[in-house]
């Protein structure tokens, strides 16, 4: 069946750090791919998304690229903020029903 | 303007009690899902309704019955607790059931059973 891998955390960074947090997807078809966060205490919000393949996703300085031929959906920012801290998961969206599949999710912690 | 709300936000009972969550989304939207976070932040769906109509039902135990007076409100009733029950439950909704449609999550309702 269709699942979604991420990497495991947590990411701890420095602020103005780099950031990439993997993601990899199986699916039969072509699924869209989502990028979630959500901070403590929260429900998630929708950071991104791509509906097909090379695609890219961008909002609030993040971005990622829907690459079918790795199967890849990987998160990346170039100058993270300590505000960016929370849990990131990565999720599909199943043909027909729009039923997300979500990875584990990472959780991010940015320090001053 | 709360998009998507969730009564109660926490929710602390016994084995065997029978207990309700309610969601309402004020979005207009025609479909509305419930989703079980665990205690390791692992989201699994549970159910998805469109329309007032059960789309989606995830072989969750029939002790969950969800429940769709309108399509504004999706509720959820879990009959005999148990302890495995724990965890927080999202409600969320989209404008309809086209894949790539961007879901509007609630703030959560975290149950405790004891």
């Known amino acids: 069946g269709n699942s979604v891998t991420q990497m495991e955390g947590p990411v701890t960074l420095s602020e103005e750090a780099f950031l990439t947090i993997n993601c990899t997807y199986t699916a039969t078809g072509y699924p869209s791919l989502f990028w979630y966060v959500q901070y403590p205490g929260e429900g998630l919000q929708l950071l991104l998304k791509?509906?097909?393949?090379?695609d890219k996703g961008s909002n609030k300085g993040f971005e990622a690229t829907y690459r079918k031929e790795t199967t890849s959906f990987h998160l990346e920012k170039g100058s993270v903020q300590v505000s960016d801290s929370a849990v990131y998961f990565c999720?599909?969206?199943?043909?027909?029903?729009?039923?997300?599949?979500f990875g584990a999710g990472t959780r991010l912690a940015v320090h001053p | 303007d709360t998009a998507v709300s969730q009564t109660p936000k926490y929710l602390v009972t016994q084995m065997g009690n029978d207990k309700s969550i309610k969601c309402e989304q004020n979005l207009g939207h025609d479909t509305m899902y419930w989703y079980k976070q665990d205690s390791k932040k692992f989201l699994k769906i549970m159910f998805s309704?469109?329309?007032?109509?059960?789309?989606i039902n995830e072989t969750v135990p029939n002790r969950f019955s969800p429940k769709s007076p309108d399509k504004a409100h999706l509720n959820l009733h879990i009959n005999s607790l148990e302890l495995g029950d724990s965890a927080v439950y999202f409600c969320a909704s989209s404008q309809d059931l086209r894949t790539g449609g961007e879901q509007y999550f609630g703030p959560g309702t975290r149950l405790t059973v004891t």
């Open positions: 791509a509906t097909k393949a090379d």
């Open positions: 999720a599909l969206s199943d043909r027909g029903y729009n039923k997300l599949i």
């Open positions: 309704y469109n329309n007032k109509e059960l789309i």
